[in-house]
């Protein structure tokens, strides 16, 4: 197909107007772009971040209740944590009330990798969120729950 073919523009514009294609799309661009933030800051990875954000946000925490509140997938969390606890950035302590179930934290090593990326991470956030104006920024997360409760609806978890 030629460079400047119709057709092809067409596809492109159409492609375009798929929100699939466009949050995909966007989706796998932060994500790069927070991997390299967070590689070279502070040598950890994306999951792994949003392990030590969990732990910020909700303190000690099992490994099963961080999956209830973030959705995160429990094969990747796994592993991040597994390399984690290898690399000595959490620890692990049995709950008293289920010895199936282990509580995560953060260790002082694992504090000072968050507290290195922390500020690289927050200006990353302050900088998306500052490219849109206050209306923007609530028509983007009104238009984000709207699409969330489609997604339910449309999977029967009305």
């Known amino acids: 197909m030629a460079k400047d073919d119709p057709e092809q523009t067409v596809t492109r514009a159409h492609l375009q107007q798929m929100i699939t294609f466009r949050v995909s799309r966007l989706h796998a661009r932060l994500n790069a772009q927070a991997?390299?933030?967070l590689k070279e800051s502070s040598d950890l990875?994306?999951?792994?971040?949003?392990?030590?954000?969990?732990?910020e946000t909700m303190g000690k925490i099992t490994p099963s209740e961080i999956i209830?509140?973030?959705?995160?997938?429990?094969g990747q969390?796994?592993?991040?944590?597994?390399s984690m606890?290898?690399?000595g950035l959490i620890?692990?302590?049995?709950?008293?009330?289920d010895q199936r179930a282990h509580y995560i934290d953060f260790t002082p090593k694992g504090l000072e990798h968050f507290n290195r990326a922390r500020?690289?991470?927050?200006?990353?956030?302050?900088r998306l969120?500052?490219?849109?104006?206050?209306?923007?920024?609530?028509?983007?997360?009104?238009?984000?729950q709207k699409l969330d409760a489609v997604v339910d609806e449309m999977d029967g978890k009305e």
Do not use: Y
């Not at 209830?68 to 429990?74: A, E, P, S, V």
């Open 91 to 97: 620890s692990s302590e049995t709950c008293e009330s």
């Open 77 to 82: 969390l796994s592993r991040a944590i597994k």
């Open 129 to 144: 969120m500052g490219s849109l104006t206050p209306d923007e920024q609530r028509e983007l997360f009104n238009a984000l």
């Open 85 to 87: 606890l290898d690399r």
């Open 35 to 37: 991997n390299r933030i």
């Open 45 to 55: 990875s994306l999951m792994q971040w949003r392990v030590f954000v969990t732990l």
């Open 119 to 126: 500020p690289h991470m927050r200006a990353r956030q302050e």
């Open 68 to 74: 209830r509140q973030t959705n995160l997938d429990k």
